[in-house]
T-cell receptor
Framework: GAVVSQHPSRVICKSGTSVKIECRSL??????MFWYRQFPKQSLMLMAT?????????EQGVEKDKFLINHASLTLSTLTVTSAHPEDSSFYIC?????????????FGSGTRLTVV | QQQVKQSPQSLIVQKGGISIINCAYE??????FPWYQQFPGKGPALLIA?????SEKKEGRFTISFNKSAKQFSLHIMDSQPGDSATYFC?????????????FGTGTRLAVRP
């Protein structure tokens, strides 16, 4: 089946630094990738949608200059949290969609636990 | 219009019992309704999904019931096991529209007692 690899699984960084999270579709080409943020005991909150080769579309209230998304190839998308602050600490999850995979085309990564100290 | 309402928020079931989680949606353009299972510290994994042209879909111990006129769908877990203890999310989207982003329910924390 479709597999999405997300790295790192955990990261601790200092306030003011930047962190990059990678999301790779291993056995299919992801025409669309979604980035979510999840707080403890809450649902997934969509941050942005990106299509290969084009700029990401951010949801209302998400700072595009803080959460940089790059989807340069059909198998790789990255989320960079710039100038991280403790309030950015959260669980970040990517999801890849391929219109060629069909109805089960939403595949999620295993998530990244970001802690900003 | 984009909301998916999910209930209950939490559920405790004895081993061997039936777990039932309900979701309701408003957007009639939605045409794909998946259920996801999430364990702590992991990403969601697709459990089962249904399209609106059928009223029920069964895969092993998991069944989705779909009521198009009421705009409701539910997940039934038969013979619930302690290993089923997780958070379950319903979701919905329109595969025909551009963007096709998933709208998630608020989640149900299921605990199956041995």
């Amino acid at each position: 089946g479709a597999v999405v690899s997300q790295h790192p699984s955990r990261v601790i960084c200092k306030s003011g630094t930047s962190v990059k999270i990678e999301c790779r579709s291993l056995d299919f080409q992801a025409t669309t990738m979604f980035w979510y943020r999840q707080f403890p005991k809450q649902s997934l909150m969509l941050m942005a949608t990106s299509n290969e080769g084009s700029k990401a579309t951010y949801e209302q209230g998400v700072e595009k200059d803080k959460f940089l998304i790059n989807h340069a190839s059909l198998t790789l998308s990255t989320l960079t949290v710039t100038s991280a602050h403790p309030e950015d600490s959260s669980f970040y999850i990517c999801s890849a969609r391929s219109h060629r995979v069909g109805i089960q085309g939403y595949t999620f990564g295993s998530g990244t636990r970001l802690t900003v100290v | 219009q984009q909301q998916v309402k999910q209930s209950p928020q939490s559920l405790i079931v004895q081993k061997g019992g039936i777990s039932i989680i309900n979701c309701a949606y408003e957007n009639t353009a939605f045409d794909y309704f998946p259920w996801y299972q999430q364990f702590p510290g992991k990403g969601p994994a697709l459990l089962i999904a249904i399209r609106p042209d059928v009223s029920e879909k069964k895969e092993g111990r998991f069944t989705i019931s779909f009521n198009k006129s009421a705009k409701q769908f539910s997940l039934h877990i038969m013979d619930s096991q302690p290993g089923d203890s997780a958070t379950y999310f319903c979701a919905a989207t329109s595969l025909k529209s551009s963007g096709d982003k998933l709208t998630f329910g608020t989640g149900t924390r299921l605990a199956v007692r041995p």
